[in-house]
Each structure stands twice: as C-alpha cells, then as structure tokens.
C-alpha cells in the first residue's frame, strides 16, 4: 500500500508535469502564430498585401456574432492594421509567458482573452472537424486551468518565487471560471451549430448571397454571406427582373462593377474565364438597370440565388 505523503507527493508533481504539458503546448500554438507572422511570413501583417490577415477576417465575418464590428475594422485599414499587429504581440508575448511559465496567471488570461476572440471571429469555420470551435474551446480550458493553478513547481515563476495575482484567484473565483469555461464550450456550440439537431447556423456548402442597399438608388452591393471560405461564388450571369415586367440579363464581363468592399484582402469583383468572382465574405457594388425589382445570379455549380433590392 502506498502511504498518504508518498501519494499525495506523486499527485503534486503529477499536476505539475501535467499543467507543463498543456500550459507550453497552449503557449508554443500562440508563439509559433506570432513567429509566422512576424518572422516567416511577415506579408500576413503587411496591410497592403494580399495576404495580410485581414484576407482571412473578410471570410470569417458571415458567421460571427460580432460581424458588424468585424467589417467595421475592415472598412478603416490603420485601425485593421493596428489590431492584426496588437493581436499578434499579444499572441507572442502570452505564448511565451506560458512555455516558460513567466508572469504565469497573467500569459493564462492573455491567452483566455485571445481564445474568447477566436471564438467570437472563426468559431463558427472548420468544414469537416468544426477545428476552430474546437480549438478555441480547448484553449479556453486550458487558460482557465492555469489561471487558477497558478505557476507549477517547473516554471520560472517558481524559481524567482514570484506567483503575480494569485491574491485574486480565491476559491470562489476558480469556482466561477471553471463554471464559465463549461457555458463557454457548450453555448457556443450550441449557437454555431446546434445541439439536438446538427444545423450549422452559417453554412459553409453552398454560396448565398443577398442584395444590400448601395451608395445610390442604380447601385446594389451583393453580399456573399454563406459558402466555402477556400473557394469563391462563381457568377455566371445575372437576370435583372424590372418593376414593368421586363428581364435585362448581363453575362459576367457585362456586370458593371462599381466597387469591390475590404481590397485588397476580399480579391473579389474581378471576371477570369467569363465569370464574376465572389468570395465568402465579400462585398461587391454593382450598377443594376433603373427600375429593378429583384434579380437571379446564375452560379457555377451552386444553387441560383434570387435576392430583392429595396
């Protein structure tokens, strides 16, 4: 038999080594997305470029709760700018804090901050595995869990003797957050997907798209607010139904497109191959007929979408 102190001495460094494990494995996902963008692939915070973060942000709006506030940052590129670049700091810095285990609560509620943030901004992609709600959900646990175990016997914390908010995290307070993490998991699944009946809030097979009031009565902004986020609508025609009864149908290359919302990051409103290309998340403003009424976007490979014009 196992006596009671050789027991709970093996308990006491079994919880360390496991919060090390999962405290520096949380960490490295934060500091190896800092180090891409900063070091590999430092076009993804150029706001110029193509490839700048902002690229993923435009498709990640459909399903966000927050899409409002997302196309908000969008539509004003310095404050886009400056938050990919906070965003990516804070990544960096809390990723570093929980891998070595320096400033050990306050690296956990960086992260916990930042996996809140996924959720609310990708939480609803992933089109096999649902990756980014599991992701977020998992890092929140985590985060949660280090926060209120505070810095284990193998960190740095321990080794200066430095423990900074510990005075904060009372009982009640774990309590609170461990019972906050389990509604974090299970709401936002339940929102983005369902819980009774899988159906995803946002759909992410087929394209839709809705027409949106335009900047003056002859131009509409087409909306692409559900589909695939790797691939773009493809739009083969549009037939314009007049208030008098008529019909004016446009091929691809006869769209005239006024403005294409969030460039160069939504690559949208461009005609390659006798299409017009749509991409999940954009915003296109195109010139309708006087007098249009509704009107039916002939898609490649997608189910026809009619939308109305106010």
Same mark, same amino acid.
């Given at each position: 038999?196992?006596?009671?102190?050789?027991?709970?001495?093996?308990?006491?460094?079994?919880?360390?080594?496991?919060l090390?494990?999962s405290?520096?494995?949380?960490?490295?996902?934060?500091?190896?997305?800092?180090?891409?963008?900063?070091?590999?692939?430092?076009?993804?915070?150029?706001?110029?470029?193509?490839?700048?973060?902002?690229?993923?942000?435009?498709?990640?709006?459909?399903?966000s709760?927050?899409?409002?506030?997302?196309?908000?940052?969008l539509?004003?590129?310095?404050?886009?700018d400056?938050?990919?670049?906070?965003?990516?700091?804070?990544?960096?810095?809390?990723?570093?804090?929980?891998? =070595?285990?320096?400033?050990?609560?306050? !690296?956990?509620?960086g #992260?916990?901050?930042?996996? @809140? &943030?996924?959720? /609310?901004?990708? $939480?609803?992609?992933?089109?096999?595995?649902?990756?980014?709600?599991?992701?977020?959900?998992?890092?929140?646990?985590?985060?949660?869990?280090?926060?209120?175990?505070?810095?284990?016997?193998?960190?740095?914390?321990?080794?200066?003797?430095?423990?900074?908010?510990?005075?904060?995290?009372?009982?009640p307070?774990?309590?609170?957050?461990?019972?906050?993490?389990?509604?974090?998991?299970?709401?936002?699944?339940?929102?983005?997907?369902?819980?009774?009946?899988?159906?995803?809030?946002?759909?992410?097979?087929?394209?839709?798209?809705v027409?949106?009031?335009?900047?003056?009565?002859?131009?509409?902004t =087409?909306?692409?607010?559900?589909?695939? !986020?790797?691939?773009? #609508?493809?739009?083969?025609? @549009? &037939?314009?139904? /007049?208030?008098? $009864?008529?019909?004016?149908?446009?091929?691809?290359?006869e769209?005239?497109?006024?403005?294409?919302?969030?460039?160069?990051?939504?690559?949208?409103?461009?005609?390659?191959?006798?299409?017009?290309?749509?991409?999940?998340?954009?915003?296109t403003?195109?010139?309708?007929?006087?007098?249009?009424?509704?009107?039916?976007?002939?898609?490649?490979?997608?189910?026809?979408?009619?939308?109305?014009?106010?």
């Open positions: 038999m196992i006596a009671s102190s050789t027991r709970d001495e093996m308990n006491d460094w079994g919880k360390a080594l496991a090390r494990a405290s520096f494995s949380m960490g490295f996902v934060f500091f190896a997305g800092a180090w891409r963008r900063f070091y590999n692939a430092p076009a993804k915070l150029d706001v110029n470029s193509v490839h700048f973060l902002g690229n993923k942000l435009v498709g990640a709006a459909p399903g709760p927050i899409e409002s506030v997302v196309h908000w940052v539509a004003r590129p310095a404050i886009a400056f938050a990919t670049h906070a965003l990516t700091l804070g990544e960096g810095l809390a990723g570093l804090g929980l891998m =070595l285990g320096a400033l050990t609560r306050i !690296s956990a509620l #992260a916990a901050l930042l996996n @809140i &943030a996924l959720m /609310l901004i990708f $939480g609803w992609q992933g089109y096999e595995c649902l990756d980014e709600w599991t992701m977020a959900a998992l890092g929140f646990a985590i985060s949660v869990s280090v926060m209120v175990y505070g810095p284990s016997i193998y960190s740095l914390d321990n080794i200066v003797g430095l423990d900074v908010l510990r005075s904060l995290f009372t009982r307070v774990a309590i609170g957050l461990t019972v906050f993490s389990i509604l974090f998991t299970v709401s936002f699944y339940a929102y983005y997907f369902g819980f009774w009946n899988l159906e995803r809030r946002t759909g992410v097979s087929a394209y839709r798209i027409a949106e009031a335009g900047p003056s009565a002859d131009i509409a =087409l909306y692409v607010n559900a589909g695939a !986020s790797p691939n773009a #609508a493809y739009v083969r025609s @549009i &037939a314009y139904h /007049l208030k008098d $009864g008529r019909e004016v149908v446009q091929q691809a290359d769209i005239e497109v006024v403005r294409s919302h969030f460039e160069p990051w939504s690559q949208s409103g461009s005609v390659a191959d006798e299409v017009l290309l749509l991409r999940l998340g954009s915003k403003d195109i010139r309708i007929p006087a007098g249009t009424a509704s009107a039916t976007i002939d898609l490649i490979g997608n189910e026809d979408q009619t939308v109305t014009f106010e």
